[in-house]
C-alpha cells in the first residue's frame, strides 16, 4: 500500500518509521519552514525516530497528496481545517484519509472527521487511529493497543488488518463519535494527572480515571454516541497510559502549572478543555473534570500557582454529594 504521512512531528514521523516497518510505501510530508522537517531534511532523524532510506521525505504538499492510496493525517487539531483547504485543492478523488490525531474544533464543537467531511471527503473513506501508547515505548519494542475506527466498517478492517503488527494490535472501532471524543478528552483529563503529580496528589488518580471517564460518557451519550465507549482504549485505556507516563505532554503541562513554568511542547489538552465546555454547555452535560481544567488554562489569578490549582481541585471536592452513576 502506498500511504503519505502528512506532518512530520513526533507522531507524524513516527507513524511513517511504523509503516515503512511493514513494507508500506512511505512519503513524509512536512513544512519545509517548520523545525520539524528541517531536522529531518538535515540529520535524517529526530529525537524519537530515525528515517529509513525507503522513507521519502518531501515538503512539496501536491507530491504527497499524489503519492498515498490512503492519507495519513497528524498535525495539530485546530489547525486542520485550514490544511485541507490547501489539501483539496489537488485531486483527492478515491483517497482514504486516516487522522492520526485528537482534538475537538474550538470553533464550531466538530470532531475532526466532521472537519474532513466538511471540506469534501466523502464519510466512507474517513477513519481514525487512537489509542494508548507512547513512541519512545514503541521505538523500544514495547507493544500497545490501539483502535480504527469509521463509519465504513470495509475500510477501517481494511486498514486495522494491513497495519496491524507485533508491535500494534489494532482493534476495530464501534462507535466513531465516542472513538473520537474520547481521544480528545484524555488529553484533558491527562492534563488533571499532572496536576495531582505537582501537588503531591498522585493517589488520587484512582478517583480521576474513574470519575473522568463517567464525565466524559455523559457527554458521548448526549451527542448521540455510546457511552460505553470512555470506557474502552480510544479514552480509558489511552487515558490511563498518560496519567502514569513520563512521555505525556499533556501530564508534563499539568505539572508545570502548579510550579508556574512554561512549558514548551504541544499539549492538546488545552484547546480541548475550551472545545470540550461549550460542547458541555451546548447539549446541557455537566463536566466539573473539564471546567476545572478549563479555569485553570484560560483564566487569570494573581494567587500563586500551587495555591491556585490546589483550590480549584477543592473546588470538586465541595460539589453535593450524588449517586455515583447518575
Not at 84 to 109: A, H, P, Q, Y
Request: hydrophobic share 40%.
Amino acid at each position: 500500500m502506498k500511504i503519505s504521512v502528512l506532518g512530520c512531528g513526533r507522531w507524524g514521523s513516527f507513524i511513517a518509521w511504523y509503516l515503512n516497518t511493514l513494507g508500506h510505501g512511505v512519503l513524509l510530508w512536512g513544512n519545509e519552514t517548520g523545525n520539524s522537517y528541517r531536522v529531518l531534511k538535515e540529520t535524517g532523524a529526530n529525537e524519537y525516530v530515525k528515517l529509513d532510506k525507503n522513507i521519502r521525505l518531501s515538503c512539496d504538499l501536491q507530491e504527497a497528496v499524489n503519492h498515498g492510496e490512503t492519507i495519513v493525517i497528524s498535525i495539530s487539531s485546530q489547525g486542520l481545517r485550514s490544511f485541507m483547504e490547501r489539501v483539496t485543492k489537488f485531486d483527492v478523488s478515491g483517497k482514504n484519509f486516516v487522522l492520526c490525531m485528537k482534538g475537538i474544533e474550538i470553533d464550531t464543537g466538530c470532531r475532526l472527521s466532521e472537519v474532513l467531511v466538511q471540506s469534501g471527503i466523502a464519510q466512507e473513506r474517513v477513519a481514525v487511529w487512537v489509542g494508548p501508547g507512547h513512541i519512545q515505548a514503541f521505538t523500544q519494542g514495547i507493544p500497545n493497543c490501539m483502535v480504527i475506527d469509521s463509519t465504513n466498517d470495509i475500510l477501517k478492517k481494511l486498514l486495522a488488518d494491513e497495519l496491524r503488527s507485533d508491535l500494534i494490535r489494532f482493534y476495530y472501532g464501534e462507535d466513531l463519535i465516542g472513538t473520537e471524543i474520547g481521544a480528545a478528552a484524555k488529553n484533558v483529563m491527562g492534563i488533571v494527572g499532572g496536576v495531582l503529580d505537582g501537588c503531591g496528589y498522585s493517589s488520587l488518580k484512582g478517583s480521576l480515571m474513574s470519575r473522568g471517564a463517567r464525565e466524559v460518557a455523559r457527554l458521548i451519550k448526549a451527542m448521540g454516541g455510546n457511552e460505553l465507549s470512555a470506557y474502552g482504549l480510544a479514552h480509558l485505556g489511552d487515558y490511563e497510559a498518560t496519567l502514569f507516563s513520563e512521555y505525556s505532554h499533556n501530564r508534563g503541562y499539568g505539572e508545570h502549572l502548579v510550579r508556574g513554568e512554561a512549558f514548551a511542547r504541544l499539549a492538546e489538552g488545552v484547546p480541548t478543555a475550551l472545545a470540550m465546555k461549550k460542547l458541555g454547555e451546548k447539549y446541557g452535560v455537566d463536566l466539573p473534570i473539564t471546567n476545572a481544567v478549563y479555569e485553570l488554562c484560560y483564566t487569570v489569578s494573581d494567587e500563586p500557582c500551587r495555591v491556585r490549582c490546589e483550590r480549584i481541585l477543592a473546588k470538586l471536592f465541595a460539589r453535593e454529594t450524588k449517586s455515583e452513576f447518575s
